[in-house]
């Protein structure tokens, strides 16, 4: 939910209620940040949907996250 929170500026689950947020997060496959902000990498899109599946078992180990981050983050620098 961070990550999402940080591509787009806001949770990936809107509501008024942080309970109602949480019903929806545990039900509800969350809105792609790509759909509510133009230009986001597609690979942060796609390791941000990863990380937010709803069964838990389909998400990726914290390790598998960092290792995916830093592989885009190698592959976004600019050359020097």
């Known amino acids: 939910a961070t990550l ?7 949770p990936p689950q809107e509501t008024a209620h942080d ?3 949480a019903v929806a997060a545990a039900h509800r496959v969350a809105e792609p940040p790509s759909r509510r ?3 986001v990498d597609p690979e942060l899109d796609a390791i941000c949907q990863d990380m937010l599946a709803v069964a838990p078992e389909e998400r990726p180990t914290a390790l ?3 290792q995916r981050l830093r592989a885009w983050q190698a592959r976004s620098r ?3």
């Open 4 to 10: 999402h929170a940080l591509l787009t500026g806001s």
């Open 19 to 21: 309970l109602a947020a």
């Open 37 to 39: 902000r133009e230009g």
């Open 64 to 66: 598998e996250v960092l």
């Open 78 to 80: 600019p050359a020097a």
